[in-house]
């Protein structure tokens, strides 16, 4: 999370780094990190998982899956099972 304009580079959970300060690796980092990995986005083809990577950024993890699922048709509870999967899967 971002506090007084720090976030948190370390993955600890306590923001130690300003965001002006952040390098561009760090950068990456903190998105594979907080989006693309929690959001299954390495389980997706490319597309997909593109869409998914920036409904996590813009609208945050559970509400990504969710909007995934509903696109899927399956039930939409923000978290990545084999029903997802399946449904995913079948529809690309």
């Known amino acids: 999370g971002v506090i007084d304009g720090k976030t948190d580079v370390s993955g600890d959970g306590k923001p130690d ?22 959001a299954g986005c390495d389980q997706w083809p490319d597309g997909v998982a593109i869409f998914v990577f920036d409904a996590a950024v813009q609208h945050g993890v559970k509400k990504a899956i969710r909007i995934l699922q509903e ?17 995913v899967s079948l529809s690309t």
């Open 17 to 38: 780094t300003r965001i002006r300060d952040l390098t561009r690796e760090q950068v990456a980092q903190i998105y594979w990190r907080d989006y693309w990995l929690p």
């Open 71 to 87: 696109a899927a048709d399956v039930d939409a509870d923000g978290i990545i099972g084999p029903r997802t999967r399946k449904a």
